[in-house]
C-alpha cells in the first residue's frame, strides 16, 4: 500500500506479507506510523483511493483475492466474514442510533434479518459480550455508555455475523487498565467460542504476549521480524524486536534503573534512511547496513527476520546478552 | 419528562451492577439519562427558548390563518380579488373602520382579506422553494463531499459561479427568461438558493466523514448510500434544519421582491409585495395600504429567523448544558 502525495510516495507498507489460520491469533507491533493500521486498513480496504493505491501484491481470502473482486463482493465480506473492531469506541459508535440498531445493522445488510429479529439478536450479542441488563441497554444511545461498555459494544457489532476474520485495530488502547485486561478476555473467550482467527495490532507486547500465536514486528512499514510468540520473545532476531522489548517497563528491577527506550524517531516514510531502514537508531550498525537493504529471510524454521546478521550465531549471541536490565546489574547503570 | 417517571432506576442498575460482581458500578448513573434522545434534548432546549417559542407560534398562526383563510375571510371581510365596479370611487381609500379593520385598497377591496390571502402565496412559496433549494443542493453537497476530486471541484466552482452574481439582478434574470408568475418565483429561488445549502452541507459531511463510526459502518460492509443516509445524513442535518428554516423567511422577502418589481404574483391575486408595490403611490395619502403588507412580511420573516435561531441553539449539542 502506497500513498502518492505531493511530496513523494509514502511507502507506508511495503512487502509485508503474512497469512492467518483460522482460530489463530496474529499479533502485529511496531512503534506509531510503522504501518500497522494500514495493513490492517487494507485487508478491509478502507484506505482511500487515491492518494492510497495498492501497488503490488494481493489480499486473498480463503484462496480469493479481495483485490480483484468487484466492489459489491467486497462488501458482501466486510462486516460478514471479517469484521474490525476499531481503536477509539468514543468516536466509532454512531451518536443519533441506538446502540442495538447499530449492533444489528450488519445483521440487516448481510443476513438479511428482519428489523424485529435483528434487535433481538443485538440484545443476545450485548449479552453475550458481558453487558448487564441487555435489553434496556440496546435501547440507550452511545453517550449513555462509558467506554469499556462501547468497547464491548463495538465487539458485539463486529461479531453479529460470526466473522472468521475479526481485525482488531489498538482495541484496548483507549481503554484504562482494568477494563483493558476484562476486553482481552472476552476477545480470547470468544475466539475459543467461535474458532476465528484474530488480527490484533498493538504497540503493547504485554497484550500479544498474552494473546497472540504468531508475532509481526513491523518497522517503517516493513516486516522486520515474524515468528511464533515464543520465538519472538525469548529468541529475538532484529535488533528493533529486542528494542521494543527492552523498552517495556518492569517491575523485577531495581525502581532507579532508568527505563530503556529506543533512541530516536522512525523516519519519514518518504525519506527513508538508504540501507536498513533501522540502521540510525541500530546501536549494532555496521557499514552494510547503511549501504544494503537486508530482505526478510527464514532465520530458523517459521523465524523470519529481515537484519544483515540475524544468521550469525555469535550476533544472536550478543544480542541475547546485551538485554539492558540484564547488563545493567554489574555496571549499575543503564545504556 | 421522560426522566421522571423512571426516578427509581438508578438504583436498579447499582442491584444490577452488584448482581454482576460490581465491575460495572460506576455505570449505575448512566441510567438516569436513559430515553433521552437527541430529538427529545433539543425540543427541551428549544421549548426553553421563549423568542423561538414566539416565532414558532406566530408561525402556526399565520399557517392557520393562511390554510383556513377560504372558511371566513370572504364573507366576514370581503373577496380579495372581486372589484365591485359599482361601488369603486365610494369604497376606495378607506382608512381603517370596523367593515374593514385594514382599510380598503385604490380599487375598494378589503386590505385585511388581501393580507390574509398574500400568506397563502408567501407561506406557499417560502416552503417550496426552500424545499426545492434544499432538495437539489443536499444532493450537490453529498455528491461533492463524497466523491470529492473532480466532483467536488465540478458542483463548488459551479457554486460560486452563483453566488458571483447578485441576487436580485440573477432571479430577475431567470424570471425574464423563464416568464413572469407564481410558480416561476419558486423555480428561481430554488434554483437560487441550492449552492449555499451544498456548502453547508459539503462542510459538514466532511467533518462528520473523518469520524471513526463512518470507517466502522464501511467495515461493516454498509454500501455508499446507506453509508450516507442511515449514517453522514443524520449527523449533518441539524446545520440544514437550520439554515432552510431561515432560508424560508429568506425566500418569503425575494417573492415580495420580485412581486413588488412585477416579475412574480400578477393582480389581481393578492401578494404581500404586490400589495406594497400597488401602495407606493400612497404612502402619504393612504399609509394603511402599506404598513399592514409591510408588517405582515416582516413578523413573518422574523418569525422564521427567530424559530432558525432556537433551533441552532436547540440543536447545538456543544452548547448543551
Given at each position: 500500500?502506497?500513498?502518492?502525495t505531493r511530496?513523494?510516495?509514502?511507502?507506508?507498507v511495503?512487502?509485508?506479507?503474512?497469512?492467518?489460520?483460522a482460530?489463530?491469533?496474529?499479533?502485529?507491533?511496531?512503534?506509531s506510523?510503522?504501518?500497522?493500521?494500514?495493513?490492517?486498513?487494507?485487508?478491509?480496504?478502507?484506505?482511500?483511493?487515491?492518494p492510497?493505491?495498492?501497488?503490488?501484491?494481493?489480499i486473498?481470502?480463503?484462496?480469493?483475492?479481495?483485490?480483484?473482486?468487484?466492489?459489491?463482493?467486497?462488501r458482501?465480506?466486510?462486516?460478514?466474514?471479517?469484521?474490525?473492531?476499531?481503536?477509539?469506541?468514543?468516536t466509532?459508535?454512531?451518536?443519533?442510533?441506538?446502540?442495538?440498531k447499530?449492533?444489528?445493522?450488519?445483521?440487516?445488510?448481510?443476513?438479511?434479518?428482519s428489523?424485529?429479529?435483528?434487535w433481538?439478536?443485538?440484545v443476545?450479542?450485548?449479552?453475550?459480550?458481558?453487558i448487564p441488563q441487555?435489553?434496556?441497554r440496546a435501547r440507550?444511545?452511545?453517550?449513555?455508555?462509558?467506554g469499556?461498555?462501547?468497547?464491548?459494544?463495538?465487539?458485539?457489532m463486529?461479531?453479529?455475523?460470526g466473522?472468521?476474520?475479526l481485525?482488531?485495530?489498538?482495541?484496548?488502547?483507549?481503554?484504562?487498565?482494568?477494563?483493558?485486561?476484562?476486553?482481552?478476555?472476552?476477545?480470547?473467550?470468544?475466539?475459543q467460542?467461535?474458532?476465528?482467527?484474530?488480527?490484533?495490532?498493538?504497540?503493547?507486547?504485554?497484550?500479544?504476549?498474552?494473546?497472540?500465536d504468531?508475532?509481526?514486528?513491523?518497522?517503517?512499514?516493513?516486516?522486520?521480524?515474524?515468528?511464533?510468540?515464543?520465538?519472538v520473545?525469548?529468541?529475538?532476531?532484529?535488533?528493533?524486536?529486542?528494542?521494543?522489548?527492552?523498552?517495556?517497563?518492569?517491575?523485577?528491577?531495581?525502581?532507579k534503573?532508568?527505563?530503556?527506550?529506543?533512541?530516536?524517531?522512525?523516519?519519514?516514510?518518504?525519506h527513508?534512511?538508504?540501507?536498513?531502514?533501522?540502521?540510525p537508531?541500530?546501536e549494532?550498525?555496521?557499514s552494510?547496513?547503511?549501504?544494503?537493504?537486508?530482505?526478510l529471510?527464514?532465520?530458523?524454521?517459521?523465524?523470519?527476520?529481515?537484519?544483515h546478521?540475524?544468521?550469525?550465531?555469535?550476533?544472536?549471541?550478543?544480542?541475547?546478552?546485551?538485554?539492558c536490565?540484564?547488563?545493567?546489574a554489574?555496571?549499575g547503570?543503564?545504556? | 419528562?421522560?426522566?421522571r417517571?423512571?426516578?427509581?432506576?438508578?438504583?436498579?442498575?447499582l442491584?444490577?451492577?452488584?448482581?454482576?460482581g460490581?465491575?460495572?458500578?460506576?455505570?449505575?448513573e448512566a441510567?438516569?439519562g436513559?430515553g433521552?434522545?437527541?430529538?427529545a434534548?433539543a425540543m427541551?432546549?428549544?421549548?426553553?427558548?421563549?423568542?423561538?417559542?414566539?416565532g414558532?407560534?406566530?408561525?402556526i398562526?399565520?399557517?392557520?390563518?393562511?390554510?383556513?383563510?377560504?372558511?371566513w375571510?370572504?364573507?366576514?371581510?370581503?373577496?380579495?380579488?372581486y372589484?365591485?365596479?359599482?361601488?369603486?370611487?365610494?369604497?376606495s381609500?378607506?382608512?381603517?373602520?370596523a367593515?374593514?379593520?385594514?382599510g380598503?385598497?385604490?380599487?375598494?377591496?378589503d386590505?385585511?382579506?388581501?393580507?390574509?390571502?398574500?400568506?397563502?402565496?408567501?407561506?406557499?412559496?417560502?416552503?417550496?422553494?426552500?424545499?426545492?433549494?434544499?432538495?437539489?443542493g443536499?444532493?450537490?453537497?453529498?455528491?461533492?463531499?463524497?466523491y470529492g476530486?473532480?466532483?467536488?471541484?465540478?458542483?463548488?466552482?459551479?457554486?460560486?459561479?452563483?453566488?458571483?452574481?447578485?441576487?436580485?439582478?440573477?432571479?430577475?434574470?431567470l424570471?425574464?427568461?423563464?416568464?413572469?408568475?407564481?410558480?416561476?418565483?419558486?423555480?428561481?429561488?430554488?434554483i437560487?438558493?441550492w449552492?449555499?445549502?451544498?456548502r453547508?452541507?459539503?462542510?459538514?459531511?466532511?467533518s462528520?466523514?473523518?469520524?471513526?463510526?463512518?470507517?466502522?459502518?464501511r467495515?461493516?460492509?454498509?454500501?455508499?448510500?446507506?453509508i450516507?443516509s442511515?449514517?453522514?445524513?443524520?449527523n449533518a442535518?441539524?446545520p440544514i434544519?437550520?439554515?432552510?428554516?431561515m432560508?424560508?423567511?429568506?425566500?418569503i422577502?425575494?417573492?415580495?421582491?420580485?412581486?413588488?418589481?412585477g416579475?412574480?404574483?400578477?393582480?389581481?391575486?393578492p401578494?404581500?409585495?404586490?400589495?406594497?408595490?400597488?401602495?407606493?403611490?400612497?404612502?402619504?395619502?393612504?399609509?394603511?395600504?402599506m404598513?399592514?403588507?409591510?408588517?405582515?412580511?416582516?413578523t413573518?420573516?422574523?418569525?422564521?429567523?427567530?424559530?432558525?435561531?432556537?433551533?441552532?441553539?436547540a440543536?447545538?449539542v456543544?452548547?448543551?448544558?
Amino acid at each position: 500500500m502506497h500513498f502518492f502525495t505531493r511530496d513523494g510516495v509514502v511507502k507506508a507498507v511495503d512487502g509485508v506479507s503474512f497469512t492467518l489460520e483460522a482460530g489463530h491469533t496474529l499479533g502485529v507491533v511496531g512503534e506509531s506510523g510503522s504501518g500497522k493500521s494500514v495493513t490492517a486498513l487494507s485487508i478491509m480496504r478502507l484506505v482511500p483511493e487515491p492518494p492510497g493505491k495498492v501497488v503490488q501484491g494481493d489480499i486473498r481470502f480463503k484462496g480469493e483475492s479481495i483485490l480483484a473482486m468487484p466492489e459489491k463482493d467486497q462488501r458482501a465480506l466486510r462486516g460478514n466474514r471479517i469484521a474490525m473492531i476499531f481503536q477509539d469506541p468514543m468516536t466509532s459508535l454512531n451518536p443519533v442510533h441506538r446502540i442495538g440498531k447499530q449492533i444489528a445493522e450488519p445483521l440487516r445488510i448481510h443476513k438479511n434479518m428482519s428489523k424485529d429479529d435483528a434487535w433481538a439478536a443485538a440484545v443476545e450479542l450485548l449479552r453475550q459480550v458481558g453487558i448487564p441488563q441487555a435489553a434496556e441497554r440496546a435501547r440507550q444511545y452511545p453517550h449513555e455508555f462509558s467506554g469499556g461498555m462501547r468497547q464491548r459494544a463495538m465487539i458485539a457489532m463486529a461479531l453479529a455475523c460470526g466473522p472468521d476474520i475479526l481485525i482488531a485495530d489498538e482495541p484496548t488502547t483507549a481503554l484504562d487498565v482494568t477494563i483493558q485486561a476484562q476486553i482481552l478476555e472476552l476477545m480470547q473467550e470468544i475466539q475459543q467460542r467461535t474458532e476465528s482467527a484474530i488480527i490484533m495490532i498493538t504497540h503493547d507486547l504485554g497484550i500479544v504476549a498474552d494473546m497472540a500465536d504468531h508475532i509481526l514486528v513491523m518497522y517503517a512499514g516493513k516486516a522486520v521480524e515474524f515468528g511464533t510468540a515464543d520465538d519472538v520473545f525469548y529468541r529475538p532476531l532484529h535488533p528493533y524486536t529486542l528494542g521494543l522489548l527492552e523498552s517495556l517497563p518492569r517491575h523485577d528491577v531495581d525502581e532507579k534503573g532508568a527505563l530503556c527506550p529506543i533512541k530516536g524517531l522512525p523516519p519519514s516514510l518518504i525519506h527513508l534512511p538508504r540501507g536498513c531502514a533501522f540502521h540510525p537508531r541500530c546501536e549494532f550498525a555496521q557499514s552494510v547496513c547503511r549501504s544494503s537493504v537486508p530482505p526478510l529471510a527464514e532465520i530458523s524454521p517459521g523465524h523470519f527476520s529481515s537484519c544483515h546478521f540475524a544468521s550469525d550465531s555469535a550476533f544472536v549471541e550478543r544480542l541475547a546478552s546485551r538485554a539492558c536490565y540484564v547488563s545493567s546489574a554489574p555496571s549499575g547503570g543503564g545504556r | 419528562m421522560l426522566r421522571r417517571n423512571k426516578r427509581n432506576e438508578p438504583a436498579q442498575a447499582l442491584l444490577a451492577a452488584a448482581e454482576t460482581g460490581g465491575v460495572l458500578a460506576e455505570e449505575g448513573e448512566a441510567f438516569a439519562g436513559r430515553g433521552r434522545t437527541l430529538r427529545a434534548d433539543a425540543m427541551r432546549r428549544l421549548r426553553k427558548n421563549k423568542l423561538a417559542m414566539a416565532g414558532l407560534v406566530w408561525i402556526i398562526i399565520i399557517i392557520l390563518i393562511a390554510i383556513t383563510a377560504d372558511l371566513w375571510a370572504p364573507q366576514t371581510l370581503g373577496d380579495p380579488t372581486y372589484i365591485d365596479t359599482n361601488k369603486v370611487a365610494e369604497l376606495s381609500l378607506q382608512p381603517p373602520s370596523a367593515d374593514h379593520p385594514f382599510g380598503t385598497d385604490k380599487l375598494g377591496r378589503d386590505i385585511a382579506s388581501r393580507v390574509v390571502y398574500g400568506a397563502r402565496v408567501s407561506l406557499l412559496v417560502g416552503v417550496v422553494a426552500v424545499l426545492i433549494m434544499v432538495v437539489i443542493g443536499l444532493f450537490m453537497g453529498a455528491v461533492a463531499a463524497y466523491y470529492g476530486g473532480i466532483w467536488d471541484s465540478l458542483i463548488m466552482r459551479t457554486a460560486d459561479v452563483f453566488f458571483a452574481f447578485p441576487y436580485i439582478l440573477f432571479a430577475v434574470a431567470l424570471i425574464a427568461v423563464l416568464g413572469k408568475g407564481f410558480q416561476n418565483v419558486f423555480i428561481a429561488i430554488g434554483i437560487l438558493g441550492w449552492p449555499s445549502i451544498a456548502r453547508v452541507f459539503r462542510s459538514s459531511i466532511l467533518s462528520i466523514k473523518k469520524n471513526e463510526y463512518v470507517d466502522a459502518a464501511r467495515a461493516m460492509g454498509a454500501s455508499t448510500l446507506r453509508i450516507l443516509s442511515r449514517h453522514i445524513m443524520p449527523n449533518a442535518i441539524s446545520p440544514i434544519i437550520v439554515y432552510a428554516t431561515m432560508s424560508i423567511g429568506g425566500a418569503i422577502l425575494t417573492e415580495a421582491a420580485l412581486s413588488f418589481l412585477g416579475m412574480g404574483v400578477q393582480p389581481p391575486d393578492p401578494s404581500w409585495g404586490l400589495m406594497l408595490s400597488e401602495a407606493r403611490a400612497y404612502i402619504f395619502t393612504a399609509p394603511w395600504l402599506m404598513v399592514y403588507p409591510g408588517l405582515a412580511i416582516l413578523t413573518t420573516v422574523l418569525g422564521f429567523v427567530l424559530l432558525g435561531d432556537g433551533l441552532r441553539d436547540a440543536l447545538d449539542v456543544k452548547l448543551k448544558e
